[in-house]
């Protein structure tokens, strides 16, 4: 905080106090005592929301009190009080008496840049941006600490939903073992669009894009990045293990397709993106790829653009938190909820309990698995491909065909008991170069 510390506040059931509009006017607010000033950085989807909570219900002791914006005029938002300072000079925003700074701007720089002068000048900070907290996030708690401010991110990660703060602290009791869960709406729409409407990814992708769940590149959705910038910072927050984005094992979803929804339902399961931490005494797993989860699995369940987050703890068992990952007014709840805490908390960092590095990072998982072959076909495929697997010790458990399609380009399924998923790679990568297949094996674990 600045150099005068917050008041301490605490205004539940407080009337929040809203601006008085004139006509033609913008609302003036009248002046409150014990305020928690507030700069918002960043007035985009997430900021806009941020800002008309903050200026029309927000609770009495956080006030909006400077905006910086690049784009957005002023003149163009008839809903924001007339005394909060607009200016397109962040610098402007960081040598003024704020007691937070918001930061919405997204990316690793200038965002962290800014986010550093603020610590640096004694701001506590809010950001919902977890490129930069999965990459930096330690160094930047360590300078909250040193300076005496806080730092706080329960947005950057399943949007609305609190599980940062969840994990860190509602269940600081336990100790979990595990958190999974879909971090990423993008890819949940595109998987779940392909499950109902039996559309090409593309398709879907292009669906998403229309309605505004996917960016125009959408890559670092699909091929796991985001999610495992997530999966970063709830390891770091639930399981207390300091893990790198590039530590996480990343698989692209781009090769899902609608068949094999069709088959995994004959294995009694869906297809999701499954973001996956767990931690084994001194070592630790990650991976964010796509996999079979059974239909009465939550993850199962969850649809659209919804996120959903699983803890298993050694004496709790199975935490399930689920709702909006994402989307302006959701995030900007998380955001507002983390001014609140801070506010409320007052003090000069209570650092969240460290984190540990660990000894060995897997690679490798024990799952049964998955493979859609698609060939041309001719007598004996089977047989070639089940000598591959068995030189390898990997049992099969089942072969799946449809009727249905032409045997220039015949797709089946071998579902294969629980094995090394390196293993499995080694015989795949044997298989490939067959001269029968139409187009490479698509292999997917089946998650219990
Ligand atoms: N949207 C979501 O659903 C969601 C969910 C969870 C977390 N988040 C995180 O929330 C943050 C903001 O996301 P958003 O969706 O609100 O992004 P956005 O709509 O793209 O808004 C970003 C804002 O930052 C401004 N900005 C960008 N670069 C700037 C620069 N160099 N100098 C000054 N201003 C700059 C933009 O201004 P201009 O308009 O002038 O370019 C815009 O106002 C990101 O970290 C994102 O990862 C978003």
């Known amino acids: 905080m600045n150099s005068e510390p917050l008041p301490l506040c605490n205004w539940f059931g407080e009337t929040p106090k809203r601006g008085v509009m004139a006509r033609g006017k913008r609302p003036v607010r009248s002046a409150r005592v014990a305020e928690c000033r507030v700069g918002l950085v960043g007035f985009g989807t997430v900021g806009r929301s941020v800002a008309r909570i903050l200026c029309e219900r927000a609770p009495a002791s956080l006030r909006l009190t400077h905006v910086c914006s690049r784009r957005i005029r002023r003149r163009e938002l008839d809903w924001l009080p007339e005394d909060v300072r607009w200016t397109d000079d962040v610098n402007e925003l960081l040598s003024s008496n704020v007691d937070v700074v918001v930061e919405l701007v997204g990316g690793l720089e200038p965002a962290g840049e800014w986010i550093r002068s603020a610590l640096r000048a004694g701001k506590s900070v809010v950001t919902a941006n977890k490129r930069l907290i999965a990459h930096c996030g330690p160094e930047l708690l360590e300078l909250a600490h040193q300076m005496g401010g806080q730092l706080a991110f329960g947005a950057s990660v399943a949007g609305g939903i609190p599980v940062i703060s969840a994990l860190q602290d509602g269940l600081a009791g336990d100790c979990l073992l595990q958190v999974r869960g879909i971090l990423n709406g993008t890819c949940n729409y595109v998987l779940t669009e392909i499950e109902s409407a039996g559309v090409s990814l593309a398709a879907a992708v292009e669906e998403a894009q229309k309605l505004g769940f996917a960016e125009a590149d959408p890559s670092e959705d699909l091929d796991g990045l985001d999610a495992a910038a997530k999966l970063a910072i709830l390891a770091r927050a639930g399981l207390r293990v300091q893990l790198r984005v590039e530590d996480v094992l990343r698989r692209s979803i781009r090769d899902v397709a609608a068949i094999d929804f069709r088959y995994a339902r004959e294995l009694g399961c869906t297809i999701r993106q499954v973001s996956r931490a767990e931690v084994s005494g001194d070592s630790v797993f990650a991976a964010v790829q796509p996999a079979l989860v059974p239909l009465p699995s939550p993850l199962a369940r969850v649809q659209g653009s919804q996120n959903l987050v699983i803890a298993t703890g050694e004496f709790g068992g199975e935490t399930v938190f689920s709702g909006f990952g994402a989307g302006g007014d959701p995030t900007a709840v998380a955001v507002v909820s983390d001014l609140v805490s801070l506010a409320k908390a007052n003090t000069n960092g209570a650092r969240p309990a460290a984190a540990r590095a660990p000894k060995e990072i897997r690679s490798d998982f024990f799952s049964p698995h998955y493979v859609r072959f698609t060939v041309k076909d001719r007598p004996g495929i089977i047989a070639s491909l089940a000598a591959v697997f068995s030189e390898h010790q990997i049992n099969i458990d089942s072969v799946l065909q449809k009727p249905g399609y032409p045997k220039s380009s ?30 490479p094996p698509v292999s997917l674990p089946v998650l219990n």
């Open 410 to 439: 015949l797709p089946f399924v071998i579902a294969f008991e629980a094995c090394s998923a390196a293993l499995l790679e080694q015989a795949l990568d044997k298989v490939r170069p067959m001269e029968f297949f139409v187009q």
